[in-house]
């Protein structure tokens, strides 16, 4: 019912930067918080930063200062800036969207399939 779809991944050098972009689609009648997740082989998916639909956001303390979470709310699209890329960085990015459909009170929670970000040293 909804897609998300992240792009922007990709190999890097340390200290290069990445944009990745969270394109939303489908039955959408407004979508509340997004988000941004990473996961490495051996650990539990962890936060990024999210977001509010009024801009306000909340960053891990280990990308704080080098990621920048932004969206377009007319375009049901998030993106994260990465700069000063490090390798413990390398991760599977996801993005998440809370959704709210038509006819409904409560939100869902979608998640998209993920983007590779490589960062070498």
């Known amino acids: 019912q909804v897609q998300l779809v992240e792009s922007g991944g990709g190999l890097v050098q340390a200290g290069g930067s990445l944009r990745l972009s969270c394109a939303a689609s489908?039955?959408?009648?407004?979508?509340?918080?997004m988000g941004w997740y990473r996961q490495v082989p051996g650990k539990q998916r962890e936060l990024v930063v999210d977001i509010t639909t009024g801009g306000s956001t909340n960053y891990a303390e280990a990308v704080k200062g080098r990621f920048t979470i932004s969206r377009d709310n007319a375009k049901n699209t998030v993106y994260l800036q990465m700069n000063n890329l490090k390798p413990e960085d390398t991760a599977v990015y996801y993005c998440?969207?809370?959704?709210?459909?038509?006819?409904?009170?409560?939100?869902?929670?979608?998640w998209g399939r993920g983007t590779q970000v490589t960062v070498s040293s």
């Open positions: 998440n969207a809370n959704v709210r459909h038509m006819g409904l009170s409560y939100d869902q929670l979608y």
């Open positions: 489908g039955s959408i009648f407004s979508i509340n918080a």
